[in-house]
């Protein structure tokens, strides 16, 4: 499967719950003065371990990244599916032009802190400060107009130098002697540019309700 294909998340998004209505504009995070952890990318710590897989997204090494992390997506992300396939992938390594003009523009406003970190038995919380290109307004453009990847690559490139920042705390696990990072719905989200913003996010919780009613 195609790198673009996986992370065309936007149009997928807006194209599976029909959202219509208008959508409040999310003003951009600035990042905080925090200083962060000297860490080294080390598999034997939940920390070197957060460290090897943010390095890894940086610089789109899917294979690197996939085996270190557990993806669990929330029912209200479940238009993202496409940003995950059934074995847990959350890039791919395609190497087409238009796979790697996407992905180059994903990643390369991509920076993070790791600010805090701790461990008990085989169970640790990784605090991360997370900051990428502003995607928050995207879904909010794609809505009403016709599906188009062209599109949503135009409108990525055009957010280039706003950035929103997040700070996660990311679950790490032991599992099988072997340090894995959970990605949850707010981290997936994160990473991305906080391409779901809460409006967008509220509106399909809203439409899953009302899908259930």
């Known amino acids: 499967m ?3 294909r996986i992370l065309t998340l936007a149009i997928a998004a807006f194209m599976v719950f029909s959202l219509t209505a208008c959508v409040k504009k999310n003003n951009t995070t600035q990042p905080n003065d925090a200083a962060g952890m ?11 371990t957060v460290k090897i897989v943010f390095d890894a997204f940086k610089d789109k090494d899917a294979k690197t990244l996939n085996e270190n992390v557990k993806i669990s997506l929330g029912s209200e992300f479940g238009a993202l599916s496409g940003l995950t396939s059934n074995d847990n992938q959350l890039l791919t390594d395609a190497q087409d ?5 996407l992905l180059t523009n994903l990643t390369e406003d991509f920076s993070y802190k790791i600010l805090d970190s701790q461990t008990k038995g085989d169970e640790a919380t990784v605090k991360v400060q997370v900051t990428n290109r502003d995607l928050s ?16 690559l135009n409108l990525v490139k055009e957010a280039k130098g706003k950035t929103t920042t997040t700070e996660l705390e990311l679950p790490v696990v032991k599992e099988n002697g072997k340090w894995m990072v959970n990605l949850d719905t707010n981290a997936v989200n994160a990473v991305f540019g906080n391409i779901m913003s809460a409006d ?5 919780k809203d ?5 259930q009613n």
Do not use: Y
Request: aromatic residues 2%; without cysteine.
């Open 2 to 4: 195609k790198a673009k």
């Open 38 to 48: 000297e860490v080294t990318a080390d598999p034997s710590t939940p920390e070197g």
């Open 97 to 101: 032009p238009e796979s790697q003009a």
């Open 137 to 152: 307004q995207i879904i909010n453009k794609l809505i009403g107009e016709e599906p188009s990847e062209d599109r949503f």
């Open 200 to 204: 967008i996010m509220n509106a399909i």
């Open 207 to 211: 439409s899953l309700k009302n899908q």
